[in-house]
């Protein structure tokens, strides 16, 4: 079975400065990947996601994520962070073909934005 | 206009009452899901429909059972409550079952069982 790994438990960072945030999975073949954002007491939106193409994904408020395939990898980066962006962020996997309907999230990463 | 929408937002019972939580959405989606949050904010998947079938059953207690009236609802019926059901419950869709499809989630209901 898949896993996700979000390896950050919750990160503080001050306005301005740059953030990843880390997503690693275990599944070998080919894969679909997603970050999803959930703002404090609303539910999850997409930020962005991968599918093929491009490994280096932009998304949403200026997020952007970079798929290495041979790290198991798809971490989430900003290069400048507002107060605006406190919130749960999750790493989402889900494997490619045939009866590949769920979606697996990793534990998420709560990001903290000191003004 | 909401796209996936839940009622209610907040359900607070008693341990071994029966509840149901109804979910919608107008997205013309194929495919729904129902996902718990726990407390550490854990999602994990519980139900999936396709075109009012069921397509993902995972191991949860068969206190919870999903209802599929047409393919814009999926309803979630628990039994006989228990205090480990306390948790924000989201509802999402996506176009299909296609890789690629994003998932869109309803604003989540949190039950909280005494």
């Known amino acids: 079975a898949q896993s996700v790994s979000q390896h950050n438990h919750h990160v503080i960072l001050s306005e301005a400065a740059s953030l990843e945030l880390g997503c690693n999975y275990s599944y070998g073949g080919t894969v679909n990947l997603f970050w999803y954002v959930q703002y404090p007491g609303q539910h999850l939106q997409l930020l962005l996601k991968?599918?093929?193409?491009?490994?280096l994904v932009k998304g949403i408020k200026g997020f952007e994520a970079e798929f290495i395939k041979s790290k198991f990898s798809f971490n989430l980066r900003k290069p400048s962070v507002q107060w605006s962006d406190t919130a749960e962020y999750f790493c989402a996997v889900k494997h490619s073909g045939a009866g590949s309907y769920q979606l697996t999230f990793g534990k998420g990463t709560k990001l903290s934005v000191i003004p | 206009d909401t796209a996936v929408s839940q009622t209610p937002k907040y359900l607070v019972t008693q341990m071994g009452n029966d509840k149901s939580i109804k979910c919608e959405q107008n997205l013309g989606h194929d495919t729904m899901y129902w996902y718990k949050q726990d407390s550490k904010k854990f999602l994990k998947i519980m139900f999936s429909y396709n075109n009012k079938e069921l397509i993902i059953n995972e191991t949860v207690p068969n206190r919870f059972s999903p209802k599929s009236p047409d393919k814009a609802h999926l309803n979630l019926h628990i039994n006989s409550l228990e205090l480990g059901d306390s948790a924000v419950y989201f509802c999402a869709s996506s176009l299909s079952t296609v890789d690629y499809n994003e998932q869109f989630f309803g604003p989540g209901t949190r039950l909280t069982v005494l």
């Open positions: 991968y599918f093929s193409g491009d490994p």
